[in-house]
């Protein structure tokens, strides 16, 4: 079967799986979400139970799981194991809880073999004054006693962001998304997620919702503390990318295209236009994209291009090599792309 570009249709997470989520996903952006307490979209998702499902062409109504099995590396390129990568787009009316996740050693010794979960988030809307908890100010005895305390927050280091910041979350950084902002976040395809803190809120039954303090401690990095990322501005053909991220699991970019821009091939990419535009590929063959549709790249898919002027997000697996030989020097301003970053 011939591969085509897949116009992907989320599965979303909402009601009680989400209670600090809202509407804002139908509000700012048009979809379709089932209900006002709708937290997550997971664009691009093979997990199991929580799959992705392709809109179009011939796989159309198939889940991502199955898709995968159809096409293998020519979809994903070479893979070992699980599907690598989940795209959401989250809405966060109240604060989310205060989080960690384990690298891939942690989590495949103690979580039956799942993947670890270093992600990143792009800030789509935001508030005034808004800010968010990223890494703390504390040594990890002090963050112990400061747990043993019940002093958590006081260790916290805070961050204002604004809408268009970019943030790096690699496994064991202490985070937490405040109240009223919606991201976009590519990560790596785990669900596993230690809960430091709630912020003394009880669930919907009346009860507070389970901590994992023993397995937080274990996992988090004290040391991280890192900046608000402003990648490395590429012009090219068709407009200009900035390059965020390429550490070992995923690459994160913005593209600014301005004509008939050619994306990289021989990757694995999701695509997610911030304003419509239209993909090409192939002898001639063309789709219109609207705002905030993600459509899957297959990674075997050749001579693929965005044409109009639009502001577009695209991740997706990473070709180091490639990107460390067209930046040289510039590399280390990439995330993850050099042995001095996490």
């Known amino acids: 079967m011939q591969l085509y570009p897949l116009l992907m249709n989320p599965h979303y997470r909402h009601g009680n799986q989400t209670p600090w989520g809202g509407s804002e996903l139908r509000d700012l952006y048009q979809r379709r979400?089932?209900?006002?307490?709708?937290?997550?979209?997971?664009?691009?998702?093979?997990?199991?139970?929580?799959?992705?499902t392709v809109m179009n062409g011939a796989l159309s109504g198939m889940s991502l799981i199955d898709a995968i099995a159809q096409w293998g590396d020519g979809l994903t390129g070479p893979m070992k194991g699980a599907f690598p990568l989940l795209l959401k787009l989250i809405d966060a009316r109240e604060q989310l809880s205060l989080q960690?996740?384990?690298?891939?050693?942690?989590?495949?010794?103690?979580?039956?073999?799942?993947?670890?979960?270093?992600?990143?988030?792009?800030l789509l809307n935001a508030p005034k004054d808004a800010r968010l908890v990223y890494g703390v100010n504390a040594t990890r005895e002090q963050l112990a006693k400061a747990v043993a305390d019940g002093q958590l927050e006081s260790a916290l280091r805070y961050v204002p962001v604004q809408a268009g910041d970019v943030l790096y979350i690699p496994h064991g950084m202490v985070h937490a998304l405040g109240d009223g902002i919606q991201i976009y976040e590519i990560q790596?395809?785990?669900?596993?997620t230690y809960r430091f803190w709630d912020w003394g809120r009880v669930g919907l039954d009346g009860q507070p919702r389970q901590l994992h303090m023993e397995q937080a401690l274990d996992v988090t990095d004290p040391d991280l503390r890192l900046d608000k990322l402003q990648g490395v501005q590429l012009p090219t053909e068709g407009g200009e990318m900035t390059i965020y991220i390429a550490d070992a699991h995923f690459a994160l970019w913005r593209l600014a295209v301005d004509g008939t821009m050619p994306l990289p091939s021989g990757q694995m990419l999701f695509v997610t236009p911030l304003t419509p535009c239209e993909l090409c590929w192939g002898d001639g063959q063309r789709m219109q994209l609207g705002m905030m549709q993600t459509v899957l790249i297959p990674a075997a898919l050749k001579e693929?291009?965005?044409?109009?002027?639009?502001?577009?997000?695209?991740?997706g697996t990473p070709d180091q090599d490639a990107l460390r030989n067209q930046l040289g020097a510039r590399a280390s301003e990439v995330a993850g792309l050099t042995d001095e970053q996490k």
């Open 304 to 315: 693929v291009s965005l044409v109009g002027q639009a502001d577009v997000l695209m991740s």
């Open 33 to 52: 979400i089932p209900d006002d307490r709708t937290g997550e979209s997971l664009e691009v998702s093979a997990l199991p139970g929580m799959a992705s």
């Open 100 to 122: 960690v996740h384990p690298g891939d050693d942690y989590a495949g010794a103690h979580e039956n073999g799942k993947l670890g979960k270093t992600e990143a988030w792009v």
């Open 188 to 192: 790596q395809s785990s669900d596993v």
